[in-house]
């Protein structure tokens, strides 16, 4: 057994051999996938752990009984450093340790895969099948929900497209027929162990895969607010014509629709609850799912092709039009020639190049990729690039109810409480597959050994924050991100999370799992107010899946790399269409937003042809 594996047995509280095999199996499966920072940190955290059991034993954690390992793990613990170190460790663990708990008693019956519908057909090479240099009218750096529609509007107007994916394609199949945890790895880039150094650290999980993070995002779509649209005129100058008909083109493509009460689940039902006990609006969110099954498993990829991710409408809808994928394909450049675009450089999985010539190029990497694509092209010299990003911060909560909650059965991502929304907060009510979602659970060893026992009884609440641009990406070769939040920021979360556990009270939990190290538990609203409130800010833990702004747009052209209709300044034929262009945190999951101001951007590249 090695540290790592030692780790594993102290703090899950394994103590089968299979079992633990099997875990530390998983563990060196996802480290692979990291990125060598995380790699590193993953290894060093357990190398810690393992001297501390020789310094106070003077054997190895492997070498211990549990009862032993356990009093290690407390004596670690008991020190703030400590305590955040074995936090830390228990986020791999637990995923790791997540596809052993899909066959638990505890769990959901299978969900019936009856009527999944099929897949659609793509035009989709693998780079290793494309030729080294070809031509096209345009190519779209990345898939996702702003490549996804620039080329579906440019292939419809007849213009040859060639989109370049750096992930592979996947189908329903590959969902059906793998655990979740088996896929995440594979699905998300650093196999989603990307992070934002900060204070505190802001874990940044992104897709990589044809659809990009719609692949693997909630599903939730709302309509960019209106005070954000006036935010965007009055700071960044930014005024779109005929923006609502775009949004009401995006929500037809993706047949956005209230989400049924049939399939929303007992952690859904609950959010509800405690809403309509504390008088809070709340609802049902409007998500691109019409055919959902409330398998829960949206953020692994959807194994019955029910969320309609653009892998599914506008990928497919460009195809027809004419355009082709190339998959497996990382962007290394776009070839300038003369102040102008010329096409873009990419390499294979196996180090080998090849080259697409285009006078048009649309870069929609996404907010963490696009700036470091542009500095490898020569094209970041704007000092505003890759600054000002807001990563809508999210942190959760889990309410202990005495029946059966069973949050991952049901639809991930399922109702939102928008009495804050005003005042910066949205909360809604996610819980993702076993392990996934574990992350507040307290305890190490057979403590937390019993947490996980018992958590068909959690219900899960999140909640995401309107964020000051307080972020940047750095890099060239390879995005480093930095996010320090916003002293105002912190105010916000720590509100968000009393009022997470305001809402589980209210629903009837008898005590809440706040996921603070130093109060893990609160048996009711004073003490959850005690405890965020003395909570220091590098025990809060966040996650931000909705990164944007690193390439804003907007109508000064000292403040904004990309002008209003979505041209990158200091360089002709270069368009942006993704996340970074957005102007400010859209402050609600910003699918729709991004789509939206893509079908703009693309309209206003074909105008200028």
Not at 131 to 145: D, E, L, N
Not at 213 to 237: K, M
Not at 427 to 434: G, H, R
Request: hydrophobic residues 45%.
């Amino acid at each position: 057994m090695s540290a790592l594996g030692g780790t594993a047995a102290a703090l899950l509280g394994v103590e089968d051999a299979g079992e633990l095999a099997r875990i530390e199996a998983r563990l060196e499966a996802m480290g692979r996938a990291f990125p060598r920072p995380a790699r590193v940190g993953l290894r060093s955290g357990a190398e810690v752990l393992d001297l501390a059991a020789r310094v106070l034993t003077g054997r190895p954690l492997e070498a211990l009984d549990p009862g032993r390992r356990e009093a290690v793990c407390a004596v670690v613990a008991a020190r703030p450093a400590g305590a955040r170190l074995v936090e830390t460790l228990k986020i791999p663990l637990l995923l790791a340790a997540g596809t052993e708990r899909l066959a638990s008693p505890h769990d959901a019956p299978p969900v019936s895969y009856e009527g999944a519908r099929p897949d659609p057909i793509l035009d989709c090479t693998p780079s290793s099948e494309w030729p080294s240099c070809t031509t096209a009218g345009a190519v779209v750096i990345g898939s996702g929900a702003g490549g996804a529609v620039a080329a579906r509007t440019l292939a419809r107007a007849g213009i040859p497209v060639i989109v370049l994916e750096e992930g592979r394609r996947h189908v329903a199949a590959d969902f059906r027929e793998r655990a979740p945890l088996d896929r995440f790895v594979e699905i998300y880039r650093d196999g989603g162990a990307s992070v934002a150094l900060g204070r505190p650290p802001v874990l940044l999980p992104e897709g990589r895969a044809v659809g990009g993070t719609t692949l693997i995002n909630s599903g939730t779509c709302y309509r960019t607010p209106g005070r954000v649209l006036r935010r965007w005129e009055d700071v960044a100058g930014v005024r779109i014509e005929g923006y609502a008909a775009y949004l009401d083109q995006v929500e037809a493509m993706l047949g956005v629709a209230r989400q049924p009460l049939d399939v929303l689940g007992r952690n859904g039902l609950l959010a509800l609850e405690g809403a309509r006990r504390l008088g809070w609006e709340a609802a049902p969110l409007r998500r691109n799912a019409p055919g959902c099954g409330g398998s829960g498993q949206c953020a692994a990829g959807c194994p019955r092709n029910a969320k309609n991710g653009v892998h599914l409408n506008a990928l497919p809808q460009a195809c027809v039009a004419g355009a082709r994928i190339v998959t497996r394909a990382r962007a290394e450049r776009v070839i300038v020639e003369r102040g102008a675009a010329a096409g873009v450089r990419a390499r294979r999985p196996d180090g080998s190049v090849l080259e697409i010539l285009s006078p048009l190029v649309v870069v929609a990497a996404g907010a963490t990729q696009t700036p470091p694509l542009l500095r490898r092209s020569g094209l970041g010299g704007h000092p505003a690039l890759g600054r000002g990003m807001t990563v809508h911060p999210a942190t959760n909560l889990a309410g202990r109810f005495d029946e059966p909650v069973r949050s991952w059965s049901g639809v991930m991502q399922s109702v939102g409480v928008e009495e804050l929304h005003d005042d910066g907060i949205l909360i809604e009510a996610t819980a993702s597959p076993p392990g996934m979602s574990s992350f507040a659970l307290p305890g190490a060893g057979r403590a937390l050994r019993r947490e996980l026992d018992g958590s068909d009884g959690l219900a899960v609440i999140g909640a995401m924050i309107a964020d000051a641009p307080s972020g940047r990406v750095h890099g060239r070769r390879r995005a480093v991100l930095r996010y320090d939040l916003a002293r105002a920021d912190e105010a916000r979360l720590r509100r968000a999370m009393v009022a997470m556990g305001e809402i589980l009270f209210a629903a009837g939990a008898r005590e809440v799992l706040t996921g603070l190290p130093h109060a893990p538990v609160a048996g009711g609203p004073g003490s959850l107010r005690s405890a965020v409130a003395s909570a220091p800010v590098m025990d809060l833990r966040l996650a931000g899946f909705h990164p944007t702004g690193t390439a804003r747009m907007g109508a000064d052209p000292e403040r904004a790399p990309v002008d209003p209709s979505g041209r990158l300044r200091g360089v002709r034929g270069v368009v942006v269409a993704d996340a970074s262009v957005v102007p400010g945190c859209p402050e609600v999951n910003p699918q729709l937003t991004i789509m939206a101001l893509a079908l703009h951007v693309a309209d206003q590249a074909i105008s200028a042809t």
